[in-house]
């Protein structure tokens, strides 16, 4: 079965630090597709990236970038110079698509927490 | 972009009330859509998966009888949660996947709403 694993509760940091929220997944399928989302207090959840497991290339968006790597089952996020508006809660996530599952399978969150 | 909806955006009933949840897929169809619940400081979790025309499929403990879902055309899906009680107070937030999607599997979230139970 599928299971996403956000080992870090809530991180505290300081603005323009930067900071890396880990994610491990798990799963049998070959083909999948990974997700971070943001979801600040409104509930609301925006979406970050969508990777696919054929494609290991980093990506980088302005101050975010993605480190994926299968070697380990990892797909860690990283936000360079931390800003106070990054506050917020992270998701990663997990849909396969060989088992016919679409649903996303969401890790339990990390809570980020930009001091100015 | 593709947008969903979710109706209405809060809610706050009484207990032993029914409230409906609608979730509106406003710019293309989808065949499939997934109702989460998420408790306080909690992740998303599925409930079940809405399929337009057909029955939903809910997820090991989700009583069906109490999270009654209707997806009556490719753009609507609706969640009621019947006699509803303190303990269902929550986020319920649905995703639309698009029809076509396939393996590509491309869905989109709704703004989620929020209920709570006296």
């Not at chain 1, 999948?32 to 290339?57: C, T």
């Amino acid at each position: 079965a599928q299971k996403v694993t956000q080992a870090q509760t809530e991180i505290s940091v300081v603005e323009k630090e930067d900071v890396t929220l880990d994610c491990v997944y798990e799963t049998r399928d070959t083909t999948y597709y990974l997700f971070w989302y943001k979801q600040p207090p409104s509930g609301e959840l925006v979406f970050l990236i969508r990777r696919n497991s054929f494609d290991e290339q980093n990506e980088i968006s302005g101050r975010y970038s993605w480190n994926f790597q299968k070697s380990t089952s990892s797909f860690n996020f990283t936000i360079t110079a931390s800003q106070v508006v990054d506050s917020a809660v992270y998701f990663c996530a997990l849909s396969e698509a060989g088992t016919g599952r679409r649903a996303l399978t969401f890790g339990s969150g990390t809570r980020l927490q930009v001091q100015p | 972009g593709a947008v969903v909806s979710q109706h209405p955006s809060r809610v706050i009933c009484k207990s032993g009330t029914s409230v409906k949840i609608e979730c509106r897929s406003l710019d293309f169809q989808a065949t499939t859509m997934f109702w989460y619940r998420q408790f306080p400081k909690k992740s998303l979790m599925l409930m079940a998966t809405s399929n337009e025309g057909s029955k939903a499929t809910y997820e090991q403990g989700v009583e069906k009888d109490k999270f009654l879902i209707n997806h009556a055309s490719l753009t609507l899906s609706t969640l009621t949660v019947t006699s509803a009680h303190p303990e269902d107070s929550s986020f319920y937030i649905c995703s639309a996947r698009i029809l076509g999607s396939g393996v590509y599997n491309e869905q989109f979230f709704g703004p989620g709403t929020r209920l709570t139970v006296l």
